[in-house]
């Protein structure tokens, strides 16, 4: 029998990954709490806990609740702080090779463009990735993502003060995801990166309370799927940069779906937490399914769905 | 700690909703210390999605055994498992009870909350005076008697609320006495938060050392998610998971 060589590199244009899977944001800590579990060199890439200027403590208990296949979140972006984090990129770069990739937070566009030139400035770090979801201090709560307007002001600011490439971060919270990623794809974003959680809820019927003291909480894990499934799909049909696909994937096959609709990478997210060694899996069942759909390369199914 | 694949040994309903459950785990057994907890698969698909934390109650390589009860679906799912069958944990996870040597030492649970307590006996008995007291809603409730039975503890007391067995009346009712009685010098605990809560604002004057093992959901077990915070007296937040289970009780902020 002939042996099949299969290429699981992801191109990104400004970036070629060795293959697409990225764990993404606030899913896989800083990487190095990952090391007892397996080589971060095997993966395509991965994207730390969204970072703020000054450490935050987050939100007050409950900060989960399991919904069926999946988890309502409401951590509040807890973390270390910007200058604290440099500490811990320069220790985690010691040991892997693979992209680390900053995301970005801010509760104004001032602060966005302070941490984005932080790690901007670093050389251990590969991309910037915009968290254009956090409530922003100056509108209300409203984030940058809800508004055409304001998502075009920030990402422009972000590229003309920063020379790494610019992956811009969607939330599917929003009246039109597709006009929020044309507005980032104008004001030079390089790449998408879809979807952020979708915002659900969860009550005590004995207690009649909120489960959640903010009310609403991040909705996450397969459930999501088919609903980021969708949005992905919307806005590679209406962009040209590169899309990373994120909501729910689990298995390979989610993985060559999001491709197949269009996604150039994905970026995993909560079976992270639930399996440590998810994406060895993940990538080895890529690398199978290939083989058995006889597909060479990721380019040949990006985007490939038969409509 | 590792994600590994165990086996069911046994898993055994004792009475009401309480089950002990033997697995074999290579690695977990041959890694955990007394206190240490691991994270346990609830189903093989992804519904539910989150593994649920158990507290050791010995780990005896290439075995580790754990006293559980329902609680809700999660738990209700395990209890089903059948010998042979393979069931994924991630372990051993959280830190451990601080190693003690010539102390009189003691150790308070209630409910589920003996299991970690247990674990920590053997290590604890040989060097030290151990006290136990240990309680529960009803006789049902205080399981694992004949074990501690075994252990050789200077004494136990048992409690019920319903005066079932031992004494009636909250597990914490006599600690601030016992420990003044048989001068105690630390105080190590694991139940519920309303059980905490009561010991914190009875024997904290005290000035003992005392440290509490904490119960929290959560979602990972290993520090990535956040989600299983405990507020803190200097008005932070810490994981349960990773900067716990084990705290200094007056590390946490006890609500009255």
Redesign the interface.
């Known amino acids: 029998m002939g042996k099949v060589d299969v290429d699981l590199s992801a191109d990104l244009g400004f970036i070629t990954l060795k293959n697409p899977v990225i764990p993404a944001s606030?899913?896989?800590?800083y990487g190095e709490?990952f090391q007892?579990?397996f080589d971060l060199d095997i993966l395509g890439g991965f994207v730390l806990k969204g970072i703020y200027l000054q450490p935050r403590?987050?939100n007050?208990?409950?900060?989960?609740h399991?919904t069926?296949?999946?988890?309502l979140?409401s951590?509040g972006l807890?973390g270390p702080g910007a200058k604290e984090l440099k500490t811990i990129i320069k220790r985690v770069a010691r040991f892997t090779s693979t992209p680390i990739i900053v995301n970005v937070c801010g509760e104004t566009d001032e602060e966005y463009l302070e941490v984005a030139e932080t790690f901007d400035a670093m050389p251990e770090v590969a991309l910037l990735e915009l968290n254009i979801s956090c409530p922003n201090v100056r509108k209300g709560g409203k984030c940058p993502a809800q508004d055409d307007r304001h998502t075009f002001r920030l990402v422009k600011l972000i590229k003309q003060n920063t020379r790494k490439p610019l992956v811009v971060k969607l939330t599917p919270n929003t009246g039109n995801i597709v006009s929020i990623a044309i507005s980032a794809q104008e004001a030079g974003a390089d790449c998408l990166s879809l979807v952020n959680t979708f915002l659900g809820m969860a009550v005590h019927l004995e207690s009649r309370a909120p489960v959640f003291k903010n009310l609403v909480a991040g909705l996450s894990?397969?459930a999501i799927k088919p609903l980021a499934l969708k949005l992905v799909w919307e806005v590679c049909s209406s962009v040209s940069i590169p899309v990373i696909g994120i909501g729910g994937i689990?298995t390979g096959k989610d993985v060559l779906e999001f491709i197949l609709v269009g996604a150039s990478a994905v970026q995993t997210g909560?079976i992270?937490?639930?399996?440590?060694?998810a994406s060895v899996r993940i990538i080895d069942e890529i690398e199978s399914l290939m083989k058995e759909l006889k597909i060479k390369n990721l380019n040949e199914i990006k985007g490939a769905l038969k409509v | 700690?590792?994600?590994e694949k165990c086996v069911v040994v046994e898993n055994r309903h004792l009475n009401k909703k309480y089950f002990l459950m033997k697995l074999e785990a290579r690695y977990i057994s041959t890694h955990a210390k007394p206190g240490n907890f691991i994270m346990l698969a609830a189903s093989n698909t992804?519904?539910?999605?989150?593994?649920r934390p158990f507290g050791i109650l010995k780990a005896e390589p290439p075995f580790i055994r754990l006293y559980y009860e329902i609680v809700g679906k999660g738990t209700e799912l395990i209890s089903t498992l059948k010998p042979n069958d393979k069931v994924?944990a991630?372990g051993p996870l959280g830190n451990s009870f601080p190693s003690l040597e010539n102390k009189k030492i003691l150790m308070v649970a209630g409910g589920r909350g003996i299991a970690p307590i247990y674990y920590a006996f053997e290590d604890y008995t040989s060097t030290n005076d151990v006290f136990l007291i240990y309680g529960a809603r009803s006789r049902d409730d205080l399981n694992l008697r004949e074990e501690i039975d075994t252990v050789p503890l200077k004494k136990v007391l048992l409690y019920t609320e319903d005066g079932s067995m031992g004494k009636k009346g909250l597990v914490t009712a006599d600690t601030r006495e016992i420990i003044l009685e048989n001068n105690i010098d630390v105080t190590i605990s694991c139940g519920p938060d309303a059980m905490f809560k009561s010991l914190f604002h009875t024997i904290d004057d005290l000035e003992k050392e005392n440290y509490v093992s904490l119960e929290a959901?959560?979602?990972?077990g290993?520090?990535?998610?956040?989600?299983?915070?405990?507020?803190t007296a200097a008005g932070?937040?810490k994981k349960v998971c990773t900067d716990g289970p084990v705290f200094k009780m007056e590390e946490i902020a006890w609500e009255k």
């Open positions: 606030g899913c896989f800590g709490e007892p579990f403590k987050g007050p208990p409950p900060r989960l399991e069926a296949a999946g988890i979140n951590i807890a894990g397969p689990t909560t992270n937490m639930v399996e440590p060694c | 700690m590792k994600e992804v519904d539910p999605l989150l593994k994924d991630i959901l959560m979602g990972c290993f520090g990535i998610c956040c989600g299983c915070v405990v507020k932070d937040y």
